[in-house]
């Protein structure tokens, strides 16, 4: 699919140029000539290409024919105000394209354009590819060439079978998987056996589909039915991962246990207390034993999500705790899911991307680098705050195709109304960011980020908006806008955005999930003061009580004496540093030759928050949660190397889950003189 949507986004560019040319053609001393009446397409194709038609038909060289089916492609383009001249000549196009094996992938875009442009013809148009395939492939006689339409064939299907079962088809999708598996012989067993799977799962879940509407018929006709209520409850919740359609039904159930899982179902899960959240994976794991594919792939989600939360919740290294892991561990890692959107984990096969889900890895709560991140539903939420941001706790491999659907629910960024929605990525060490231009709300935007060895692409809604090459200085994100290497992320400036969904296809490489926090102990160091000298000195972290889980550094002060805990970089000049923390007595910067001197903000309570230093040549600022904090400054402090520092009174605690700086570099640097800029990095 890459190729064809960097084919139409080609193709549209080209007729914007050539539309722009066009117009700067008509002198401007002519007076404009009235709108005529729309012809009928026919007559209008004729009169605009029909030379041109008769010629390529003549020609020795199909490929000629490919030529022209792709100006014809760029024509349609332009035509937004007559669709019935535009999708003629979508048509006219797949049938000149194909007249050379060349041109199959000019014809896929045709049928593409047609059907994003006009989404009415979407189903015929889907048709027309498959059976252009399928022709391709029994066409095929060369061993590499049938598997190179093998492939292309069911890498259609997948599209077209993910659309129908999205839509509630199920039967449609399976008939598609069944009519595939000849094809996928071709590319080997287990292909046969990944098709088969799939249509299976998809009879299981039109299956289940039709016996949720039994039970609701049933339940119309006796509300008093117990059996037929508790059912329906057990599957909206497993099946199709709805409390709030369960919690329409569960009354009638009269069943309290099962009143007190729909309940908690409903809460966010970092809102679960520690035996709130065993309890709910203890169901929801039990429930996965019987689902169909589709229902233990939330099932497993929905248990997994709950005995992190437990686990993060519950700190006593005990039987209880050792038997949550355990169970995590039966569980396993979130599974990749193939393209039909059908959440079977895809077997390894050469040729076959695997999506991975990565919205499932994200924790609002866990991993809100700044701004209130939420779920509603399927979607995760940001707020309006200016730099709302979410970690997505997974390292991408070298190269790969991250696919976003967002709406934006206020703001028009094309007035100015806010910042838009950003895409954030690693590469290597440095984090890359890519804002997505001019979204107005209320829009479901479809963006396509590409990333290549040799450049990165940008989609969005089937059209190219951007192209620039992997080391574009204009791609590296700094604190501000960082949510750290080597993860990934998403964001939303002051406009409340949900994300429908955020699935990466891994190209070249494999990709690894990550923890929740981003906190390396090993770059931590305690300071002591020193009543002889009245300055700061070091002192090793382990000479305080602190422990790690889950990239989340936790160190309490036992001592009667205040205590510092700062990272091991200093900062020299101008700097931008991001944390997420709770508890602590003050955050500040402090000097680094450990004189007892501060500019600081002191911190009230225990809960989480989001700071934002920074210092430029001339003022210290400080956010906190968005807003501008007080900062106080204490004996002087002199301008000079820093280190952000926690102040930690005796008894306190401070945690850390997420610490991003970024300090320009210095003129003399080798970075520098090789002409590179500040990156963000994990500090």
């Known amino acids: 699919m890459g190729t064809v949507r960097s084919i139409i986004g080609t193709l549209v560019l080209a007729s914007a140029c050539w539309a722009g040319q066009t117009h700067a053609a008509v002198p401007s001393a002519q007076p404009a000539a009235p709108a005529a009446a729309k012809s009928d397409p026919k007559t209008a194709y004729e009169s605009l290409f029909g030379a041109e038609a008769k010629r390529v038909l003549a020609a020795a060289d199909k490929r000629e024919q490919v030529t022209f089916a792709k100006k014809l492609v760029t024509s349609a383009a332009s035509l937004s105000d007559d669709v019935a001249l535009q999708a003629f000549l979508y048509d006219k196009a797949f049938e000149f394209a194909q007249a050379d094996p060349t041109g199959v992938p000019t014809a896929q875009a045709a049928m593409e354009a047609l059907a994003a442009a006009q989404p009415n013809r979407r189903a015929a148009c889907d048709e027309r590819v498959l059976s252009m395939l399928e022709r391709q492939f029994r066409g095929a006689t060369a061993t590499a060439a049938r598997k190179a339409a093998a492939e292309a064939y069911l890498t259609k299907v997948d599209d077209v079978a993910a659309a129908k079962a999205q839509a509630g088809d199920f039967s449609g999708a399976a008939a598609l998987y069944r009519k595939s598996v000849p094809i996928a012989t071709v590319l080997g067993p287990s292909q046969r056996a990944m098709v088969t799977a799939r249509a299976a799962d998809l009879d299981a879940r039109q299956v289940v589909q039709l016996h949720i509407g039994e039970l609701t018929k049933k339940l119309a006709a006796d509300p008093r039915d117990k059996k037929a209520a508790t059912e329906l409850v057990v599957a909206q ?21 099962l009143a ?99 919205m499932a890895l994200v924790d609002p709560k866990a991993d809100a680098v700044e701004g209130n991140w939420s779920r509603d539903g399927g979607s995760l939420l940001s707020d309006g705050c200016r730099h709302a941001r979410a970690r997505i706790p997974y390292q991408p491999p070298e190269e790969f195709d991250l696919h976003v659907e967002f709406t934006r629910t206020k703001g028009d960024g094309r007035k100015g109304e806010g910042g838009g929605v950003e895409l954030l990525w690693s590469h290597g060490d440095q984090l890359r960011w890519w804002a997505i231009p001019d979204t107005q709300p209320d829009h479901r935007y479809d963006a396509l980020l590409q990333v290549r060895k040799d450049g990165v692409t940008l989609t969005v809604d089937g059209k190219i908006v951007g192209q620039r090459k992997v080391d574009d200085l204009s791609l590296i994100a700094d604190a501000g806008n960082s949510v750290g290497a080597p993860a990934m992320g998403v964001s939303s400036s002051t406009s409340p955005t949900a994300f429908h969904r955020i699935e990466l296809t891994e190209v070249t490489g494999h990709g690894q999930a990550l923890s929740h926090g981003n906190i390396n102990p090993n770059n931590w160091r305690i300071r002591r003061f020193d009543e002889r000298t009245r300055m700061w ?44 923390f709770s508890g602590g007595s003050a955050i500040s910067l402090r000097p680094v ?23 430029t040549d001339r003022e210290v600022g400080l956010f906190v949660d968005d807003e501008q904090a007080s900062i106080i400054p204490y004996n002087t402090p002199k301008w000079g190397p820093v280190y952000v520092t926690f102040e930690l009174a005796p008894q306190k605690t401070v945690r850390l889950r997420y610490s991003v700086m970024t300090v320009p570099l210095t003129a003399t640097s080798p970075a520098s003189a090789a002409g590179k800029t500040p990156s963000a990095a994990p500090f």
């Not at 919740?237 to 246990?257: C, M, N, Q, S, Y």
């Not at 899982?261 to 429930?287: F, I, N, P, S």
């Not at 099932?299 to 005990?318: H, N, V």
């Not at 000479?543 to 020299?572: F, M, W, Y």
Request: with cysteine; net charge neutral.
């Open 260 to 358: 007190r899982v729909v309940k908690l179902a409903a809460k966010e899960v970092a809102q679960l207390t520690d035996t709130e959240a065993a309890d709910l994976g203890d169901w929801y794991r039990a429930q996965s034993a019987t689902a169909t594919q589709e229902g233990k792939r939330i099932a497993t989600g929905r248990a997994r999500a709950c005995y992190a939360r437990f686990l993060e919740a519950y700190t006593k290294e005990d039987a209880r705790r050792l038997r949550v892991k355990l169970a995590l561990d039966e569980i396993g890692p979130p599974p990749t899911t193939n393209s039909a959107g059908d959440g079977k984990s895809s077997p390894s096969a050469p040729g076959r991307k695997g999506v991975i889900d990565l």
């Open 593 to 615: 030759d450990g004189a007892d001197s501060a500019i600081q903000h002191p911190i009230q309570d225990a809960k989480w928050h989001t700071a934002r230093f920074q210092r």
């Open 237 to 257: 919740l497993v099946e199709r991962g709805d409390a709030a359609a369960a919690a329409h039904w569960v009354g009638a159930a009269a069943d309290p246990a």
């Open 537 to 580: 000195v070091e002192a090793p972290l382990n000479s305080v009580t602190s422990n790690v889980k889950d990239g989340v550094l936790e160190v309490r002060n036992t001592t009667n004496k205040p205590i510092q805990l700062h990272h091991g970089h200093a900062a020299e000049g101008p700097l931008l540093y991001n944390v997420v």
